[in-house]
């Protein structure tokens, strides 16, 4: 499939991210006159082996401004991208990529890289013809599918100001008959979570995702506290029905050698995995994300060890959305499942080789957003195109949260003949 696209400008700003913190936007104009956006998100839990976002330091945002990424989009990327005719979005990503000439997109910014592959993506779509979900689905060869959405409705670790050591609690409607229905059942289960934090804690404060944030400490409180919002919402708690997720982000709480801290407690890894088996046990988990500290591979061996089979493993800090890091860890045993998230490796091109690449090793794959958002869904159409069947996006509130999941709805509203589910 090869239709081209002909860029006549590329321009970046600055936009303030969900957190408050600066980003970048881009904007570009094709030769037919289309006019094409894309943000790039940034990330607070960030893996040390990332693609490397571009920061000028010094005093304005805490030395996270990104006036240096809006100069390499506006100089550098538009002398390269706008004129030529190009053919493959691939082209267009590899030419990015020799031009920064590092690993990380050091030179360049993967948060200027990121949002001007995105946009690239949007331009071939558009000079497809297509919608931006359609263009995934037939540049991949996917069966388009509605993904189940993991609403991330209790925060901890680093998305919130409270002591809860892991860091995401979310509730995932595998039983909804379809994706309207899921967005309903997450946003219901969501109010009956508030009002019970409120009843119980006198506040409703929320995380960087959009999830409450009371003043928990121990695992348990905060699964408890999701069985009753599920039941308060007339949900069914269940692994097939209204199913938690649990995220972590096992780097936020490893002391190093192998050892976690967890409620106040130092854990070696059978420790932590004996933690991860009672809550699993006691609970309706499906899905147990970073588990263990991205370097900790004798950690994920044992949890693959012990746990695996019984949980959907996922690896993010540990894969970074890379191909090479996603192909060892199959080979390794670490987890049979990825977090997928472009702005982790820096182009589209490379996000879809990560996919393709967990797919070749059996692999499950969801689809992320990062703590500091933007209007951007092109998340949304990325799981819906290439048939990833789970994605998270936060808490079903806040407009940078529910932008991804209303796009979700508009697709399935559109297109009713897709599925929805699990594959």
Not at 82 to 100: I, Q, Y
Not at 232 to 246: C, D, H, K, T
């Amino acid at each position: 499939m090869t239709n081209d696209l002909v860029l006549t400008s590329l321009r970046a700003r600055p936009i303030l991210d969900s957190r408050g913190f600066p980003t970048v936007e881009v904007a570009a104009t094709t030769d037919d006159g289309a006019l094409l956006r894309a943000a790039s998100p940034a990330g607070a839990s960030t893996g040390a082996h990332e693609a490397v976002e571009l920061r000028d330091g010094g005093p304005a945002f805490s030395g996270k401004g990104v006036e240096g990424a809006v100069r390499s989009v506006e100089s550098p990327l538009a002398e390269l991208l706008v004129g030529p005719v190009w053919s493959e979005l691939e082209d267009a990503d590899a030419a990015m990529a020799e031009l920064d000439s590092t690993r990380g997109y050091a030179n360049l910014g993967a948060n200027a890289v990121v949002a001007v592959s995105m946009v690239l993506a949007r331009g071939f779509a558009h000079a497809a013809g297509s919608e931006l979900w359609e263009w995934f689905a037939a540049r991949t060869g996917s069966t388009p599918l509605l993904p189940v959405p993991h609403f991330n409705v209790l925060n901890g670790g680093a998305h919130a100001a409270n002591d809860l050591d892991l860091q995401e609690f979310m509730i995932a409607p595998v039983g909804a008959r379809d994706e309207a229905e899921a967005v309903a059942m997450g946003a219901e289960a969501h109010h009956a979570l508030g009002a019970l934090v409120r009843e119980r804690y006198g506040t409703a404060g929320l995380g960087d995702e959009g999830g409450f944030a009371p003043a928990l400490s121990e695992p348990r409180e905060a699964l408890d506290l999701l069985m009753e919002a599920i039941g308060r919402a007339g949900l069914v708690p269940g692994r097939e029905e209204m199913a938690i997720a649990v995220d972590p982000a096992a780097n936020g709480f490893h002391r190093g050698g192998g050892i976690y801290r967890v409620a106040g407690r130092d854990l070696d890894r059978e420790e932590l995995v004996d933690v991860y088996r009672q809550l699993l046990r006691d609970y309706p988990i499906r899905s147990l994300e970073d588990g263990f500290a991205e370097d900790d591979l004798e950690g994920w061996r044992v949890q693959s060890r012990e746990l695996g089979g019984r949980v959907q493993l996922v690896g993010d800090d540990l894969y970074v959305t890379d191909p090479v890091r996603i192909r060892d860890g199959s080979a390794r045993g670490l987890s049979d499942a990825v977090l997928i998230k472009p702005n982790q490796i820096g182009t589209v091109s490379q996000t879809l080789a990560a996919i393709r690449t967990a797919r070749e090793a059996s692999m499950a794959c969801m689809i992320s957003h990062r703590s500091g958002e933007t209007w951007d869904d092109f998340i949304a159409d990325l799981a819906v195109g290439t048939g990833v069947d789970q994605i998270k996006a936060g808490a079903p509130a806040r407009g940078e949260r529910v932008a991804k999941y209303n796009r979700l709805a508009g697709i399935a509203l559109a297109h009713p003949e897709l599925p929805y589910g699990l594959s």
